[in-house]
Structure formats: structure tokens, C-alpha cells
């Protein structure tokens, strides 16, 4: 949290804007047959031949979705990628290209949007995508990021968040929750700082929570074991705005019910020794936190001895019919009607 005074400052009026472009585009490197042109010209060309195209995109604001008091560039260059990927990764999609489009203040010199391209390149390193395009423009408001990316599927692979039918299992991938604990330490450090500039917070206890909002990893791992285990989910999303929103939007698109079971919940040991030490209660950040970028699908019954060995995968529940509602099956064995109350982009409170 202590800033070096004697930072290299590019000015990026200098390069004007094709300068910039040119300058933090030079080293991507092009890996995907679909890429017939990329950086360069008037727009990309691709070329998926006979497969299907999944496209989404994502916006980041600066003061909304990041604080950069203790988000380092980076990283939220790295997250900025891997948010999209994870939508990809969710229709059951092999990520291929993004285009990367920002709008940052005169407060940015260009050794810190250096610092924000060095982790879109490592992200598209690490998940083998290509840059093949975006945009750069001035803001007034700070930093804005808007990440595009897109995926190719077979016909026959694509998975909808529709697909869901009374009597499937509710899976998830990882473990839950740890990325919001995460933010509270954070957000608990930064408090501590503005009162007093010369402390070092002591963050090893928290290193897991911390990374999983500072620098989390997009499922696609999971979209390999699932084929190579000859598993197809009947419906699928991924966990951005909290569990129990999550399933209910799995729930409304697929007209079924649901109870999920307290007690199957994967919670990793960091992230309920901080819920104790925070006095939250760990069940509730699970299902409300959000930015877990795991993956919540559902699978045929005939598909679990499949999947029950599996360490990354954990069956949290079951679809019921439509009329039984949505519910959270506590450790107690009562049932509360699920709620969404995760991150709304929207709210301004």
C-alpha cells in the first residue's frame, strides 16, 4: 500500500491514441487457427468454419466493480479477461478471442496501462486466447474496462442455463464465498491504512481469500473433464453475483424448483476461520457473496457415479418441479425459501 514516488511517468499524449494501441499491442502473440487477422486493420477476421459462436462481454468501472487502492493494474488487467472467459466456459465453450476496449483519466501515465496490458497478456497466455482487437479513448471518471470475448462449441455441446429437469443434481466446481472474505479483508486494510499511512498489514493468513478476488482463475479445466468423463450438463452458469442468485436464475430459465443442502456447501478453511473472526455468518457470504467465477450446473442422476469421485466437483442439491419452489435445506433440515440478494451492478446504496 506504499506508493513509489519516483515512478517512470510516460505522459500518453505523447504516443496519441494508434501509438498507444501500437505500443501495448506489440507483443501479442496469435495462437488460434480461427484468427485469420487480428490488431491491425479495420476490424478483425475470424473463421469458425462449422462450429458455433458464443460471444459476451463485460464492462469494469473503476469505483464500481474495482478500487484500485489496492487492486494492483495487473491484476485487474488478468480479471478483467478472466470474468469474460468464465461466461464463455459456461455455455460449455472453448475460449478463442477477446478484444480489450479502456478509457482511462490523465492520471494514468503509460507505465501503469503497461502494467494493465501485462496481465490482459498473461491472462490470454495462460487460457491460449488471442487480442485481436478493442479500442482506447479519454475518460473523465477514471478507468474503464470493457473486455469482449468469444468461444466456439458443437451443436451438440452447447449448454443453456435452460436445460434443467426435476430430479437432475445441482453440482459446483471449487469452493464458495472465499472471494468476497477476501474483499472485507481488503476493504478492512484500506480503513486501517487511511488512519494510519506507516502500517504494514500482515495479509499471510489470508493469502487464498485475498488471491481469489485479486487474481481469480476461469473454470476451463472443467469443460475438459466433463468431456473427458463424458458428462454433459443440462444447464449451466457461471457464479459472478452470489450461489443463490445463481440457482435461481438456473431455476426460473429451466421452470424448476430446487433445494440446496446447507451442509454441501464447499467452503474452504480460510474462508470460515475469517467468517469467524469477521462474525459473519460463512452460509450466508456463500450464497450472497459473488466473484467466485466457479461453475453451477446440473447433471442427469445417471451421470453421478460419473462425477462422485471427482475432487473438483461437488453435488450441492437437486432440482424438484416447478411448484415445490427454491429452497435452502439448512444443517437443522428446515427449508428457507432461497433469495437472491447478491451483487446488483445497479444499485447505488
Not at 45 to 53: E, H
Not at 79 to 107: G, H, Y
Not at 160 to 175: E, F
Not at 180 to 203: H, I, T
Request: include cysteine.
Amino acid at each position: 500500500m506504499i506508493e513509489d514516488k519516483n515512478q517512470q511517468r510516460t505522459e500518453l499524449s505523447q504516443l496519441g491514441e494508434f501509438g498507444l494501441i501500437d505500443h501495448l499491442t506489440k507483443h501479442f502473440e496469435i495462437k488460434q487457427e480461427t484468427t485469420i487477422k487480428g490488431i491491425g486493420d479495420d476490424a478483425a477476421v475470424l473463421d469458425f468454419k462449422d462450429q458455433q459462436v458464443v460471444i459476451t462481454t463485460d464492462l469494469l468501472v473503476e469505483g464500481v466493480h474495482f478500487d484500485l487502492s489496492y487492486m494492483p493494474l495487473k491484476h485487474l488487467g488478468y480479471k478483467a479477461v478472466i470474468v469474460n472467459l468464465s461466461d464463455v466456459f459456461a455455455m460449455n465453450a472453448n475460449a478463442t478471442q477477446i478484444t480489450v476496449s479502456i478509457a482511462m483519466s490523465n492520471r494514468f501515465p503509460l507505465e501503469a496501462i503497461e502494467e494493465l496490458y501485462a496481465g490482459i497478456e498473461t491472462a490470454a497466455k495462460t487460457y491460449g486466447v488471442d487480442v485481436v482487437g478493442g479500442d482506447t479513448t479519454s475518460s473523465t471518471t477514471g478507468l474503464l474496462i470493457s473486455v469482449t470475448a468469444l468461444g466456439t462449441v458443437s451443436k451438440d455441446d452447447v449448454v443453456y442455463r435452460n436445460g434443467a429437469k426435476p430430479n437432475d443434481l445441482l453440482v459446483v466446481t471449487g469452493d464458495i464465498g472465499s472471494a468476497y472474505m477476501g474483499l472485507q479483508v481488503l476493504e478492512r486494510e484500506k480503513e486501517v491504512f487511511k488512519v494510519n499511512p506507516n502500517s504494514q498489514p500482515d495479509l499471510e493468513p489470508y493469502t487464498y481469500i485475498i488471491e481469489r478476488q485479486l487474481k481469480p482463475e476461469a473454470r476451463q479445466d472443467i469443460i475438459k473433464l466433463l468431456k473427458d468423463l463424458e458428462v454433459k450438463p443440462t444447464s449451466m452458469i457461471d457464479i459472478s453475483d452470489g450461489l443463490s442468485s445463481e440457482i435461481i436464475h438456473l431455476c426460473k430459465q429451466s421452470k424448476v424448483g430446487c433445494d440446496l443442502y446447507e451442509n454441501k456447501i464447499p467452503l474452504d478453511p480460510q474462508f470460515i476461520s475469517t467468517c469467524e473472526e469477521f462474525d459473519i455468518d460463512g452460509t450466508t457470504i456463500a450464497l450472497s457473496g459473488g466473484e467466485d467465477y466457479e461453475l453451477l450446473f446440473t447433471i442427469s442422476q445417471e451421470d453421478f457415479p460419473k462425477i462422485k469421485a471427482n475432487p473438483n466437483l461437488t453435488v450441492i442439491g437437486f432440482m424438484t418441479e416447478e411448484n415445490a419452489g427454491m429452497h435452502l435445506v439448512t444443517r437443522a433440515e428446515t427449508k428457507i425459501p432461497l433469495v437472491a440478494q447478491g451483487w446488483n451492478a445497479l444499485d447505488d446504496k
